[in-house]
């Protein structure tokens, strides 16, 4: 839901409740619940609104965010550490920061982002 | 160790204690109260919300004395907390004495010790330390935040320090009584809870001893050691240092709030975060007699007179001997295959969560039945729909 930071971080937390039942070690736990908060986050300061996707296999865990646009406009400056384009009330909440992308990438394994006006899919795994 | 204990002829089945637990460890079978030992930390909310006091914890008793030669006592300053001054405390002390000990340790200055030596490791760079004196809170972490067992820090508690001192110096004759200010700390000694590697011999609740306190009370005086740091270690969030990012915690939906709040790595500002599980600190503990509201004025009086020194440790001297808690990895397909076929039958539960099965939620039913322990129909809400419609 676009700018419902009152329910910010439901989902990761959903999330991280299900993959601690499941037993996995703590530090893939920790970068999951990161990679998880930020992505979700990022989802509500821009995005339209849209779902994530979690899927486990055997190879590993991969999180699907995907959105109803509009898209990021310059993904190379988007991942740039401390770039951001966040919008005032964004910031009133202590988001907004620039660090949302660049984390993600730095503590997921693999990290695929598609984007365009239509919408935005970040496809990151965890390998275990 | 299991502290709490259910008293079948008390129980009126109201099922408070079902829903109140945080942990869901509770369960009804037959009409009467199932306290699992794996999931239960021994918070004590079941006490608490129990009208008709079907759940307690005891401690040891004063009979218990009489085994030993020499019998010590450890007090913890947390006790102090109805005393409005010096006077007061020391009049308890001589109370205390009167029961039957021959000396009493205070703990404040190990208390004090363990609390101080955090500032050493806080000069460490990592992103967050988490510490508790709580038992509470550290079997939760190990239960239910096992990410955050590295941001632990893993101190021995203050009175297994006090009571490992008390037997260097009076040896095998001694017998060492901890008053508890709480149940979970009854877990800590010998008897009555059988943790046999304990220096502590047995653990005594402070509440069962107040009428015998209160007899003596208010005649003669004796020492109480206190120390400024002890003091600040039982009362949460007294002389709290922001300016060293230092943050206390109390109160148990509180301390849990933090801890998830911390697994998503967003207590960026906070470095060292310190857990309480009940309400303003151990001077919040069940079985003490003053009120926690009173209780932190109280402290805060006796923190202007207190003028003991705290005891000298090394980090390493401090370290909790490792027993390997470290959560062990289950095979994870097997536990996702459960978890789906928990979510199948959750999703033919109503959901209300009415606790009628004898489970607190329609999901930890539906764990029962994917183990076999419960079927469907054994869900009145099903069985009535069934009987309705046919």
Redesign the interface.
């Known amino acids: 839901m676009r700018e419902d930071y009152a329910n910010a ?1 439901k989902v ?2 959903n999330v ?1 409740s ?1 993959l ?7 530090d893939i ?2 970068r999951i ?2 990679a998880c ?1 930020e992505a979700e986050i990022n989802m509500i300061i821009h995005s339209y609104g849209g779902e994530v996707v979690l899927e ?1 296999s ?1 190879e590993g865990i991969y999180l699907l965010f995907k959105d109803t646009g509009p898209g990021i406009a310059d993904v190379e400056k988007a991942m740039k550490p401390g770039y951001s384009t966040a919008s005032g009330k964004a910031l009133e909440f202590g988001f907004g920061a620039g660090m949302g992308l660049p984390n993600i990438k730095r503590v997921s394994d693999t990290f695929d982002l598609k984007t365009s006006p239509e919408g935005t899919c970040l496809r990151i795994g965890f390998h ?1 | 160790m299991r502290v709490i204990t259910y008293t079948l002829h008390k129980c009126v089945k109201c099922m408070r204690c079902l829903k109140t637990c945080p942990f869901e460890a509770i369960t009804i079978k037959d009409e009467r109260v199932l306290i699992s030992a794996d999931k239960c930390i021994n918070c004590g909310a079941c006490i608490s919300a129990c009208k008709h006091s079907g759940l307690s914890a005891k401690g040891s008793t004063l009979v218990d004395l009489q085994n030993y030669k020499i019998k010590i006592g450890l007090v913890p300053s947390s006790i102090y907390c109805d005393c409005s001054n010096e006077t007061d405390a020391r009049r308890l002390n001589a109370a205390l004495l009167k029961l039957g000990f021959d000396e009493l340790v205070s703990l404040s200055p190990y208390e004090g010790a363990v609390y101080e030596k955090v500032n050493d490791l806080l000069k460490e760079k990592k992103e967050l330390y988490i510490s508790s004196f709580c038992p509470v809170v550290n079997e939760l972490i190990e239960k ?1 935040y ?2 955050l ?2 941001n632990q820090i893993n101190f021995e508690y203050p009175s297994v320090l006090a009571a490992k001192d008390v037997r260097q110096k009076y040896g095998k004759d001694a017998g060492i009584f901890l008053l508890c200010e709480c149940p979970a700390k009854l877990a800590f000694g010998k008897y009555p809870y059988g943790n046999i590697n304990s220096e502590i011999d047995h653990c005594l609740s402070i509440v069962d001893l107040f009428p015998n306190i209160n007899a003596y009370r208010n005649q003669d005086e004796a020492d109480a050691e206190l120390c400024k740091e002890g003091i600040r270690s039982v009362a949460c969030g007294l002389g709290q240092r922001f300016d060293a990012q230092i943050l206390s915690v109390n109160g148990m939906d509180k301390v849990r709030r933090a801890l ?1 709040l911390s ?4 207590l960026k500002e906070v470095k060292y975060l310190s857990l309480s599980a009940c309400f303003n600190g151990c001077i919040g503990g069940q079985f003490l007699w003053g009120n926690p509201f009173n209780g932190r004025i109280n402290m805060h009086e006796l923190m202007k007179t207190a003028h003991g020194k705290i005891k000298n440790y090394t980090l390493e001297e401090l370290q909790k001997e490792k027993d390997d808690l470290k ?7 097997e ?2 295959k459960r ?1 789906s076929t928990v979510n199948e039958i959750f999703d033919h539960l109503p959901g209300f969560d009415c606790g009628a099965c004898g489970y607190p939620s329609c999901r930890s039913m539906a764990e029962a039945i994917a183990d076999g322990q419960q079927q469907l129909g054994d869900c009145r809400i099903i069985k009535r729909r069934e009987k309705d419609a046919s």
């Open positions: 971080g990761s937390t991280k299900l601690k039942q499941l037993g996995l070690p703590a736990l920790r619940a990161v908060y486990i055997e275990i | 239910q096992p990410m067992l590295d998830e697994e998503f790595g967003l959560l062990q990895p289950k095979n994870m397909m536990q996702l978890f």
